[in-house]
């Protein structure tokens, strides 16, 4: 005859309910720990895989590189206003006391790494008032993350200087180095060649073709060659920069400076050139008046 066994809903004991919440903590992906919502907010419990995530061997050298204490989880920088944030999010009842922060700790290496803390406020029997929080390390997609900002606000700066000085200088173009193509072009002194939906590479030769001093046409299209430009901009060398002296689509002989700044348009994943040429007088007389003292 076989034995029929029926689950009913069972209350644990306070004696049986800690020691449960330890084996399922031991389970779960990630690191997982409780600590005392009353200060100096002692930890009760942390998972081995929290204790590896700080690279410890073990719990001993856990509690002294934390204090064991939640705040000696955070690093310093970060505690007081991801404590704030937490605060917040318990004290609004419609959010269900949970609470999500960011931050960075600092592992027993001395090596710097970021968390996401996904926390619970709730009331343990036997223990009071206490959070229940899982944690991850997020340093990877954090920083694609932070780089991905970065490269925004670079791509909006450029867009921003495009349009600040687009009306007062000599030339100023958007160009897309994955198609060859300029976007838009304005200024006050442009060449037949310069137009909106025009090949970079003519406007470069035009540029090069101008100069009136034997050895700057080499100089400037080792310095503004595509290749070269996509690879100033990955390697993070910054602004590509060349003065010469030159014939402009006016008539008028002067001194230009030349520069080109490349970014990443986020939305499409191409690399965006902004480049601008100014007269550039005064300074390369003086640099030229200066080299000619010296020698």
Known sequence: MSQKFVA??????????????????????????????????????????????????????????????????????????????????????????????EYRIIRRDGSVRWFDDYGHFAHLPGYGDVYYVFVSDITEKHNVKMDMERRTRIYESLLDQFDEVADETLTVLQANLGTGLIEEVRGCDLYETDYAGGSIATFLQTRAESFLVPGDREKFEEIFRLENLQERYYEGKGTAVFVGYCLRASGRQCFVKFTGSAAVDPNSGDVIVVGMETEHLYQTLEELICAGAAG
């Open 8 to 101: 009913e809903n069972t209350v644990l004991s306070e004696e049986m309910l800690f020691p449960s919440l330890k084996w399922m903590a031991e389970q779960v992906p990630g690191g997982f720990f409780v600590y005392y919502a009353r200060e100096p907010l002692e930890l009760i419990y942390v998972n081995n895989e929290c204790i590896r995530l700080f690279g410890c061997s073990t719990l001993e050298e856990f509690k002294e590189l934390t204090g064991f204490t939640f705040r000696g989880l955070v690093h310093p920088e970060d505690f007081e206003k991801i404590q704030n944030s937490i605060d917040d999010q318990i004290a609004d009842e419609g959010n269900n006391n949970l609470d999500y922060v």
